[in-house]
C-alpha cells in the first residue's frame, strides 16, 4: 500500500510564499516522475509542474519563474516553493506520482488527498 501526504498550505496575502511537501510511503520500489497539479472551484485539474527521476522539471506557463519544483529521492519527497503568490494561485494542490511497489509490477498514479492554498489579494 502507497500513500502520498501532502503538508503546507495555508492562508497567505498576495505576493507571499509558502513551500508544499509530499511524502510518499508504503511499498515502494521506485518512483519515477512527480508532480503536483491544481484545481480551483468550478475548473479542471490542471498541471503546475513536474520532475522526473533525474532532477529534469517542467512548468506550466502560469507559474514559471515563481514556483521550484524539488525533489528528496531518499526521503520519497516532492517539494513546491511557490513565491510571489497571486489570488488566481489559490486552488486545491494535488501530489501525484508514478510509483512501483515491486519488479514485478508496472508504475502506477498515485495522488495525495490536497492541500487548500489560499491567497488573498
Known amino acids: 500500500q502507497v500513500q502520498l501526504v501532502e503538508s503546507g498550505g495555508g492562508l497567505v496575502q498576495a505576493g507571499g510564499s509558502l513551500r508544499l511537501s509530499c511524502a510518499a510511503s508504503?511499498?515502494?520500489?521506485?518512483?519515477?516522475?512527480m508532480g503536483w497539479y491544481r484545481q480551483a472551484p468550478g475548473e479542471m485539474r490542471k498541471v503546475v509542474a513536474f520532475i522526473t527521476s533525474g532532477g529534469s522539471t517542467s512548468y506550466a506557463d502560469s507559474v514559471k519563474g515563481r514556483f521550484t519544483i524539488s525533489r528528496d529521492n531518499a526521503k520519497n519527497t516532492v517539494y513546491l516553493q511557490m513565491n510571489s503568490l497571486k489570488a488566481e494561485d489559490t486552488a486545491v494542490y494535488y501530489c501525484?506520482?508514478?510509483?512501483?511497489?515491486?519488479?514485478?509490477?508496472?508504475?502506477?498514479?498515485?495522488w495525495g488527498q490536497g492541500t487548500q492554498v489560499t491567497v488573498s489579494s
Open positions: 501525484n506520482a508514478g510509483i512501483r511497489t515491486d519488479y514485478y509490477h508496472p508504475e502506477y498514479d498515485y
Open positions: 508504503g511499498s515502494i520500489f521506485s518512483i519515477a516522475a
